[in-house]
Nanobody, 123 residues
């Protein structure tokens, strides 16, 4: 497995979770890595992305100010810290790697995907 996401679970409104995405060295060296999510019956949605070199990050409007994407280069691991969770954050969360560095929010620009981890926020 080249991308392994973990850390999902069932939480209450306002709680926090931290997702992790462990990657092989080759995958982790990709220029851009991102998090996406997909709720039942909906299309896959961009959440956040981060550039390897500069650490520059970008967020969707729906999570800006609540979620933080980061990467630990020593551990080849990508993280998504999620605070102040809302019921609308309920989804399967995926990490993905963009080798070309397109810096895009489109899922089609990411070449490799992890298997997803379920996040459920209960009210």
């Amino acid at each position: 497995v080249q991308l392994q996401a973990s850390g999902g679970g069932l939480v209450q409104v306002g709680d926090s979770l931290r997702l992790s995405c462990a990657a092989s060295v080759r995958i982790y060296s990709s220029t851009v890595m991102g998090w996406f999510r997909q709720a039942p019956g909906k299309e896959r949605e961009f959440v956040a992305r981060i550039r390897r070199g500069s650490g520059t990050s970008y967020y969707s409007d729906s999570v800006k100010g609540r979620f933080t994407i980061s990467r630990d280069n020593a551990k080849n691991t990508l993280y998504l810290q999620m605070n102040s969770l809302k019921p609308e954050d309920t989804a399967v969360y995926f990490c993905a790697a963009d080798y070309q560095g397109s810096w895009s929010s489109r899922p089609s620009e990411y070449e490799l995907w992890g298997q997803g981890t379920q996040v459920t926020v209960s009210s």
